[in-house]
């Protein structure tokens, strides 16, 4: 079975910056889309963003609005999310997902996932 092992939430202030990183195990990462979902309290689950298995194309939900790239190191099994000018409603458990398709927003759709990552952004 395949782990997502995720590293890299925390505490900002609105407009600073974080790195989220997601290491998976097994040889077959390069095969794979990866991406990220968030969950605020009392809230759905929302995409936010994937990438295709060679890095070479990206998918992000609206309100990234450039705000977040999404990249990956195949050598290293990792892919990064960096989020940059955070804001308030960003705040959320951020989950590292493996998949098929970096297109699809769907969470049924991506077959693995990490353990989630607290993103707090304070006013």
């Known amino acids: 079975q395949v782990q997502l092992v995720q590293s890299g939430g925390g505490l900002v202030q609105a407009g600073g910056s974080l790195r989220l990183s997601c290491a998976a195990s097994?040889?077959?990462?390069?095969?794979?889309?990866m991406g990220w979902f968030r969950q605020a309290t009392g809230q759905e689950r929302d995409f936010v963003a994937a990438?295709?298995?060679?890095?070479?194309?990206?998918n992000y939900a609206d309100f990234v609005q450039g705000r977040f790239t999404n990249s990956r190191d195949n050598a290293k099994n990792t892919i990064y999310l960096q989020m940059n000018r955070l804001k308030p409603e960003d705040s959320a458990v951020y989950y590292c997902?493996?998949?098929?398709?970096?297109?699809?927003?769907?969470?049924?759709?991506?077959?693995?996932w990490g353990q989630g990552t607290q993103v707090t952004v304070s006013s």
């Open positions: 097994g040889r077959s990462f390069g095969s794979y889309a």
């Open positions: 997902v493996r998949g098929w398709d970096y297109r699809t927003s769907i969470g049924s759709r991506y077959d693995y």
């Open positions: 990438i295709t298995s060679s890095g070479g194309n990206t």
